[in-house]
Nanobody
C-alpha cells in the first residue's frame, strides 16, 4: 500500500487548503484513513480519521469545526479540507492507513502547510 499526499502550500491566516491523499494498492475501502501533522520541535499530532464507510470521524479539539475529512472509495482517495487556517496549523501533514485502530501501519510522505500571520 502506497500513499501520496498533496495539496499543501503557503496561505494567509483565515485561508483554506484542500489536502488529498491518493492510495495505491488493494483494499482501500477496508482501511480507516487518517491525517496527522507534525510541527517543528513538536510531537506528531493526530488530526482526524474517517471510518471505512465514512460514517464515523474523529477530530482533534484543535481543529474541530474548521477541518473536514472525507473519502472517495471509488477514487482511492481521502481528503482533508482545511478552513480558517491559523499560524499554529503550520506543520507537515501526513496521511495514513489503518486496518486496526489505533495503529496506522501505512504512511505517506507528507505535505507542508504553512500559514502566515
Amino acid at each position: 500500500v502506497q500513499l501520496q499526499a498533496s495539496g499543501g502550500g503557503l496561505v494567509q491566516t483565515g485561508g483554506s487548503l484542500r489536502l488529498s491523499c491518493a492510495v495505491s494498492g488493494p483494499n482501500f475501502r477496508n482501511y480507516v484513513m487518517g491525517w496527522f501533522r507534525q510541527a517543528p520541535g513538536k510531537e506528531r499530532e493526530r488530526v482526524s480519521w474517517i471510518s471505512v464507510s465514512g460514517s464515523i470521524t474523529y477530530w482533534a479539539d484543535s481543529v474541530k469545526g474548521r477541518f473536514t475529512i472525507s473519502r472517495d472509495n471509488a477514487k482511492n482517495t481521502v481528503y482533508l479540507q482545511l478552513n480558517g487556517l491559523k499560524p499554529e496549523d503550520t506543520a507537515v501533514y501526513y496521511c495514513a492507513a489503518s486496518s486496526a485502530l489505533p495503529n496506522f501501519a501505512y504512511w505517506g510522505q507528507g505535505t507542508q502547510v504553512t500559514v502566515s500571520s
